[in-house]
Each structure stands twice: as C-alpha cells, then as structure tokens.
C-alpha cells in the first residue's frame, strides 16, 4: 500500500507540475485552454469552469493539458479539424515566442519542483556529511565487505590488530593493502566484538585497497538561504550528471542500460521505505530527467515541438498541420513500442534477480 501512495505521489507530482507548466504560460498568453486532467483514461470526476474542463481521470499516473488549437479537435459532426485560423485564442495564432514559452514551461517547472523539493529535503534533515567514526553507514552489494557479512553500523575497531579509531585511519590502512586478507575486528550490538576476514580489492585507476564500505552520514542544520543554496547546487550538480550519462549512453561510451516503468516504481517503493524526506530526493532528480527528457527533439515529445516552431521562425510559415501530427503520432506510436520493450526488460530483471 505505501508503495502504491508512493508511486502515485511521485508519478502525479512530477507530470502535473509539468502540465501546470503548460497551463499557466498558456493562460498568460491569451491562449484557450480546454481541459486540464489528472491522471488519463475514463473522466472519474469533472468540474467545467468557464472553459476550461478540470477533471479526475481513472488512471493517477500523470496528465495532461488540452489547448485550443494546438492538435485537431472533434467538432459537433465528430470530424477531426484544426481550430480556426482567425481565432486569436487558437494557440497556432501566437507569436511564435509565445508558443515557445507555453512548451518549454513544462520541463522548466520540473526543475522548479526539484530545487523546491531539494530545499525541503535540507531545511528538514539538514546538510549531510560523512562522518569521522569507525562505524559503517552502508555498503555496496557484491563487494568484500558485504559478501563477508558486515552490516550498516558495524564498528570496525581494528584491522590487522591496527587500531583504526576514525574512518580517516580506517581507509589508510584498508587503501594501503591491495589483494590483501585483512583481519577485522568488528563491533556489533553494543560491545559485542568479532573477528571477520575480508580480502580487498585493488581499484584500477589509484591502486588502493577496497571492501566496499561507506561511513555514516552526519546531518548538520541549515538556515533557509544556506538550504536554498545547497537545494540549487544539488539540482545544477544532477542536472550535469544526467546530462554526461546520457550523452555517454548516445554515444556508446557505457552500455545505454535504461530502467523503465518497473523499475522506477521498484526504485520508488525502496525509497518510500527509506523515510518521506528519501522520497522527496528521490523525486527532485526523476522530475530533472523528466525535464531533460522532454526536451529531447523526438516526436511526441516537448523538444520535437520546439524544433518545428524554429523552424517556422526561420521560414516564416510554420508546416501543415496535418503532416506535424503525423510525425508526432508516429513518435508516439515508436515510444510507446519502446517503453513495452523497457518494461519487458525490468521485468525479465526482476526475475533473473527472484
């Protein structure tokens, strides 16, 4: 139940923040806007305002907005038709730089939300920083350590009858020992000591020894600027991140291993699981990829919109209608292929893991 909520609120924040990006640009510029949903398949609950339908669909994963003129629209004999030329409200009647806004706005909210969400992360918890113990704050999977048997907040007293009262003694003596069996001793449940064996392994770019271990994180209170700043920092800092795996992917350098829906709904249970302020990361930096993504020129997308309208402000007329929503309901129909076969994949994930 918690990771169904889970799913629901981080799926239905970041696409309607990205959808109230759209709706609010849209009204700035006189634009019509015909309804504005939560979530998509059968209409659950409906409100009609003046024009606008606000409504509550089956399915809470998302939404949409729906602006006049923007696709071809059902008139009262069910023929598809695209919105008047004369009409002012039409969205293909605005300044192109207006129309330009109303599209970008999305992702630009979705990094709104992110360096909101960030900030609240920190003005909550605090900054972290990794503390000076000799206790262990986690572990990476597969590595020495963990396959030993050490778990998250261990003290690792002595290695090799060496004294390693920090974890700045402890990596020094771990880092000096490459393709080594060290002897550790370790302290569990209060004062409860033991002895591990552990052998290290040597890392290719410094030579120094490693288990795998990380040290527990301490979090030190912030002010609101000094949260704001790290809330900015963090999204610029992910932001870049995501931007360098991509390009990396595009371009072959690491293997393009994409998660899809399931696992992203397995990353969010874990995350809801691991406290409310996790969650809130854990949604700031899927809302930056869902705002990079966007941008991206594939039909269907945000970004293909922009293409078309630079290309309509060169040449001074924009293309016809009918062959732009081709290329964006082939887009359409080539993501969703994609996404079954991502999802296909997770799936196959899950059980090679079970």
Not at 68 to 92: C, L, Q
Not at 242 to 260: R, Y
Not at 316 to 338: D, Q, R, S, T, W
Request: glycine letters at 10%.
């Amino acid at each position: 139940m918690l990771t169904t909520l889970a799913i629901v609120f981080v799926f239905g924040s970041m696409v309607m923040i990205h959808e109230l990006g759209h709706y609010t640009v849209a009204k700035w510029c006189g634009i019509k806007v015909i309804e504005f949903s939560f979530g998509f398949g059968p209409k659950l609950v409906g409100y009609q305002g003046k024009e606008t339908l606000y409504a509550l669909r089956l399915i809470p994963l998302g939404g949409f907005v729906k602006l006049h003129g923007m696709d071809a629209e059902v008139d009262a004999n069910g023929h598809a038709v695209i919105a008047s030329t004369h009409d002012p409200r039409s969205f293909m009647n605005k300044p192109v730089w207006q129309r330009m806004a109303v599209i970008v706005a999305g992702s630009i909210m979705n990094f709104v939300l992110a360096i909101v969400l960030f900030i609240s992360v920190f003005a909550y918890l605090g900054v972290p920083s990794p503390g000076n113990t000799n206790m262990i704050g986690s572990l990476i999977s597969g590595k020495p350590a963990a396959s030993a048997g050490i778990l998250p907040g261990d003290k690792i007293l002595a290695v090799n009858n060496e004294l390693t009262p920090n974890w700045t003694r402890l990596t020094e003596v771990i880092w000096s020992k490459p393709d080594q069996v060290l002897s550790l001793t370790v302290e569990r449940d209060a004062g409860k000591q033991q002895t591990v064996s552990v052998k290290t392994e040597k890392d290719a770019q410094t030579g120094h020894g490693l288990i795998g271990i990380a040290p527990e994180i301490v979090y030190t209170h912030a002010s609101i600027l000094q949260s704001t700043r790290y809330g900015l920092e963090r999204t610029l800092d992910f932001t870049k991140t995501i931007v360098v795996l991509l390009v990396q992917m595009i371009t072959g350098k690491i293997p393009a291993d994409v998660g899809g829906p399931v696992m992203i709904a397995q990353a969010i249970g874990e995350g809801a699981q691991q406290g409310f302020a996790n969650l809130l990361g854990l949604t700031g930096v899927l809302s930056i990829q869902l705002g990079l993504i966007n941008l991206f020129p594939i039909p269907a997308l945000d970004g293909s919109r922009l293409i078309f309208l630079l290309i309509e402000g060169v040449r001074g007329k924009p293309l016809k209608p009918e062959k732009e929503n081709m290329i964006h309901l082939v887009g359409f129909v080539l993501l969703m292929a994609l996404m079954i076969a991502v999802t296909y994949k997770d799936i196959l994930r899950l059980f090679d893991k079970a």
